[in-house]
């Protein structure tokens, strides 16, 4: 076919442009990931059972792990907009994404100069560390299907480091899901487990990036 | 690309987001000369022919259509339309290098020669031959640069084989004209 043809084949088509531009889509999507790792830790983990209480008594080093988890995904969103807008200069510099987890650190630090030894033995070295490292990815995976598929419905050109970020979405994601049912409450724990399991689901989004998201 | 090209196009491009054809059919014609060159550079660069490029073209042309819901208004249309181009001509280099064999460089050199020199003869000839008027035009090309056959010829433009046949002889007697040639 001419591409003089195909120009004016392109302009009788009737059907509509897709409804959401990228930040309304990822918005939706960040929802529907939210509900899915939520919906997904209850039937599956079970919360702990004195969830209510921590909240309650605005425990804020429980606060604390959510507000990490949150500030992940957060920190993200902007750059996986950016990513999906075609010739749309990354605006927000990667460091912005390290941030909580340079916080989460330095509050680690924070933890181990300030509490007892027996302390901090009983909430770290007995912590569900295992458990941890692969609940979170699992947590994660809806979410992390539900941007796949939000991304490819965009138009991501730099695949690899899409498929980074949207794993880092979901790692904070599967994360926060995992901290309704995690009573681990350390820092250190924290910084060294969830951002592991976090790390784990960010490499292998880069991975799969250009297999998953590519569209065509 | 020109600041001034850039405008224009984003003008164009909003007007056909908000439903004016004519506008969209003129953004649309005026990004494919942008991406035709775009593309050609490219694949030059890279020592591959450029009969690819048109299949790029439209390729990108259809990818810039289907995903015109990603055009931000705060960013530069060029801008977009260039991210867009690059991940297809990538995406279509992929697909293709795995399946051609190696070439050496001094091979490749010579492709790259014969391909320029190529590129020179295509677009004197599209350049001599647009000026033609259309009913010499369509025939020399169908016949002479796509290969079709008088009969083929025929029943693409609706004239006569006859018809065909006399508008081909009078197109290049006027292109010979044209050059300054004498026959």
């Not at chain 1, 060294?192 to 989004?205: K, N, P, Q, R, S």
């Not at chain 2, 169908?142 to 508008?167: D, F, I, P």
């Amino acid at each position: 076919m001419k591409t003089e043809d195909l120009v004016t084949r392109l302009c009788l088509d009737e059907s509509q442009p897709k409804r959401w531009t990228p930040a309304t889509a990822l918005l939706i999507a960040v929802m529907a990931a939210f509900a899915a790792a939520v919906s997904l830790s209850f039937v599956w983990l079970t919360p702990r059972v004195d969830l209510l209480a921590v909240l309650d008594a605005r425990d804020h080093t429980v606060l604390l792990k959510f507000a990490f988890t949150f500030s992940v995904v957060v920190a993200a969103l902007p750059i996986v907009r950016d990513l999906t807008t075609p010739g749309r200069a990354v605006g927000t510099a990667a460091i912005i994404a390290l941030l909580p987890f340079l916080i989460v650190t330095l509050l680690a630090a924070r933890e181990l100069a300030m509490l007892p030894s027996v302390e901090l033995h009983r909430l770290t070295v007995d912590a569900s560390w295992a458990a941890c490292l692969w609940q979170i990815p699992v947590l994660g995976l809806p979410a992390f299907a539900i941007f796949a598929l939000c991304a490819r419905r965009m138009a991501p050109t730099n695949l690899n480091r899409t498929g980074a970020y949207i794993g880092l979405l979901a790692g904070g994601i599967g994360a926060a899901g995992y901290a309704l049912h995690c009573h681990d409450d350390s820092m250190v724990f924290v910084a060294i487990a969830y951002t592991l399991a976090i790390t784990e689901m960010a490499a292998v989004g880069a991975l799969l990036g250009p297999r998953i998201l590519r569209w065509t | 690309m020109a600041r001034s090209n850039e405008d224009h196009l984003k003008q164009l491009l909003l007007r056909g987001l908000d439903g004016d054809r004519a506008a969209y059919h003129a953004f649309l014609s005026g990004l494919t000369d942008l991406l035709r060159g775009y593309v050609r550079r490219q694949l030059v660069r890279l020592g591959r022919g450029d009969s690819e490029a048109e299949d790029i073209v439209q390729e990108v042309l259809v990818a810039i259509h289907e995903r015109r819901h990603t055009y931000a208004r705060e960013v530069p249309v060029t801008a977009w339309a260039h991210a867009i181009a690059r991940y297809k001509l990538i995406d279509f280099l992929r697909a293709t290098t795995a399946t051609r064999r190696f070439v050496s460089l001094e091979d490749a050199a010579d492709c790259v020669g014969d391909d320029a020199a190529r590129l020179e003869v295509a677009f004197v000839v599209r350049r001599l031959l647009s000026v033609l008027p259309e009913r010499f035009r369509r025939p020399i090309e169908l016949t002479r640069l796509y290969g079709l056959s008088v009969t083929e010829t025929a029943a693409r433009t609706g004239m006569s084989e006859a018809a065909v046949k006399v508008n081909i002889h009078r197109g290049i007697k006027a292109l010979f004209r044209l050059v300054g040639g004498d026959q």
